[in-house]
C-alpha cells in the first residue's frame, strides 16, 4: 500500500483558475515537503513543514500556497494558473532529526497540465 | 545560485558497470544523496554520503570528494532493469532542503 498518497494523479486545468494538491503520509514522519518536476529540468524545492509549521519556503510566487490541516497532511493550492506551472508536483516527507534527514520518501506525483 | 551537474545521458552494457558523476557549488553543504528515478514515478533513495571516500553498498556505491564538489554514483553487475535516472541532491545545512542535480538518464543495454 502506498504510504504517501497523492491526489489527484492527473489534472488539466484552464488558465486563471484554482486547484488543489493533496496530499498524506502514513509514515510517521514529522516533516512534509512539496517538490516540482518540469521536463528537462532538476526538481525544485518549493516548501518544508515541520509539525505544521512552515520552515523553508523558495517558491518566489504567492499564488503557491501550502496547508496543513494536520499533521500528516500538506495540500497545495495554486491559484492564478499560468501554463508555466505545468509540472508534476511531488510531495514527500522524511523525519527531522540530524541523523535521518536525508531520506525522502516521495509520494508518485501529481502531474498537472495548464491550457 | 545552487548548482549541481550531471550528465544527460550515459550508456552501458548488461553485466558491466556504470559511473554516474556529479559536481556541485552551494553555498553550503550537509551531505549528498542519490535517489533513481524510473520514468513516470517517484525518486526512490539509493545512498547518503557527507564523509569523503567510497561508500561500498553492494550493487550502488558512492564516492565523495567535498574538496573537489564532486561524487559519483557506481552501478556494477549492470541489469537491464537498472535502466532509469539517477538524480544527485545536495543536502544543505538548513534542514532538510535538496537541492537537485538534472538527473542522468542511464540506459543499459544488453
Known amino acids: 500500500d502506498p504510504k504517501i498518497i497523492q491526489k489527484p494523479k492527473y489534472l488539466v486545468a484552464v488558465t486563471g483558475s484554482e486547484k488543489i494538491l493533496i496530499c498524506e503520509q502514513y509514515?510517521?514522519?514529522?516533516?512534509m515537503y512539496w517538490y516540482r518536476q518540469s521536463a528537462k529540468k532538476p526538481l525544485e524545492f518549493m516548501f518544508s513543514?515541520?509539525?505544521?509549521?512552515?520552515?523553508d519556503n523558495q517558491t518566489a510566487s504567492s499564488r503557491f500556497q501550502p496547508q496543513s490541516s494536520k499533521k500528516n497532511h500538506l495540500d497545495l493550492q495554486i491559484t492564478a494558473l499560468k501554463p508555466d506551472d505545468s509540472a508534476t508536483y511531488f510531495c514527500a516527507s522524511s523525519l527531522r532529526d540530524k541523523n535521518s534527514g536525508n531520506t525522502l520518501y516521495f509520494g508518485e506525483g501529481s502531474r498537472l497540465i495548464v491550457v | 545560485g545552487q548548482g549541481v551537474e550531471q550528465p544527460d545521458n550515459l550508456m552501458s552494457v548488461e553485466g558491466t558497470f556504470a559511473r554516474v558523476n556529479c559536481t556541485y557549488s552551494t553555498s553550503g553543504f550537509n551531505g549528498l544523496s542519490w535517489y533513481q528515478q524510473r520514468e513516470g514515478h517517484a525518486p526512490v533513495f539509493l545512498s547518503y554520503v557527507v564523509l569523503d571516500g567510497l561508500k561500498d553498498s553492494g550493487h550502488f556505491s558512492t564516492f565523495l570528494s567535498r574538496s573537489n564538489g564532486y561524487s559519483y554514483l557506481l552501478l556494477t553487475e549492470l541489469q537491464i532493469k537498472d535502466s532509469a535516472s539517477y538524480l544527485c541532491a545536495v543536502k544543505m545545512p538548513n534542514y532538510n532542503v535538496l537541492y537537485f542535480g538534472s538527473g542522468t538518464k542511464l540506459t543499459v543495454e544488453p
Open positions: 513543514y515541520s509539525y505544521q509549521k512552515l520552515m
Open positions: 509514515l510517521g514522519h514529522n516533516a
